[in-house]
């Protein structure tokens, strides 16, 4: 069974940083692609990131380019979203995600993803 866990969620002021994890499990495969979106109270699902499973070629919102960066950690079981210069928009509950059969490709659709971590931005 697919299991993705957030963390590395919390409180910072406009400006700052964090770096969220997702670790992920029940895969047979490492190359999969991972996205992550957020979601804030009253506001559509907003998907900020995506790393694919093939190459680890990586793609940004344009609302978060140049200050979010996605990795993949050696293990391959786990993805980070490190979030530099935060802005009073980007709070939101964040998701990592995988899609439909474990594919290696970024798209617009997720099939599984985790409980979220909340982001909070407030000086």
């Known amino acids: 069974q697919v299991q993705l866990v957030e963390s590395g969620g919390g409180l910072v002021q406009p400006g700052g940083s964090l770096r969220l994890s997702c670790a992920v499990s029940g895969f047979t495969s490492d190359y999969y692609a991972i996205g992550w979106f957020r979601q804030a109270p009253g506001k559509e699902r907003e998907g900020v990131s995506c790393i694919e499973g093939s190459d680890d070629s990586t793609y940004y919102a344009d609302s978060v380019k140049g200050r979010f960066t996605i990795s993949r950690a050696s293990t391959k079981n786990t993805v980070h979203l490190k979030m530099n210069s935060l802005k009073p928009e980007d709070p939101a509950y964040y998701y990592c995600?995988?899609?439909?059969?474990?594919?290696?490709?970024?798209?617009?659709?997720?099939?599984?993803w985790g409980q979220g971590t909340q982001v909070t931005v407030s000086s």
């Open positions: 995600a995988t899609f439909p059969y474990g594919s290696r490709w970024c798209g617009d659709e997720y099939e599984y």
